[in-house]
């Protein structure tokens, strides 16, 4: 498989708005099949590793939707949505910098503290067994504009959740795999609630 080829191939495949935001980069001495690092807020742009040794072990239906759902993923985590945490984050960066200029060291120990505890709940907001199945939902509504029935699509990825596991040489699932699994089951249709 030539990775120029491929790359461009899916490039074409994900939505417009993210062919800048998540650029797909070829790393073969990687161990997985595909890897994209937790974005941080300033960061502008969210690359996608991909293993094209490991990558070519996949069908094409399944490489597609392992894409999406990393694309999903990504595009799912959004640093500046407003919520309570984002609230708690605006709220304990203005005391933190009042209680320095103050030199208070109370002060700044509680607003390092709201800071930090912030900081914390949007990065587990972000990295939640939901926020896993919301990118399995993005995926499986981007396939549906390229194509693919919701059905084909849930098990497309089905599918990718055993074979990654296999490829990569793991022999038990994760927590979260096995989540994802059983809420690709109800949307092919395999299982009832």
Known sequence: ????????????LIPTSARILTPIISKPEQKS???A??????SFTRPIYINFD???KLSRSQRDLLLLRTVGWLLNIKWFQPSINHVLFIAGCGTTIVEITQVEPIGIT???????VSIFRIWRNHNSQQNAINADETAIKIAQQKGYTATSAAEALLSTIKTIAQIEGRTELTVEELIRIQNLQLIAGFASI
């Open 54 to 56: 490991l990558w070519q």
């Open 1 to 12: 498989m030539e990775p120029k080829v491929e790359i461009n191939r899916l490039l074409e």
């Open 33 to 35: 099949v595909i890897a």
């Open 37 to 42: 690092e937790f974005p941080l807020p300033w």
């Open 110 to 116: 509680v607003a390092c503290g709201l800071l930090t």
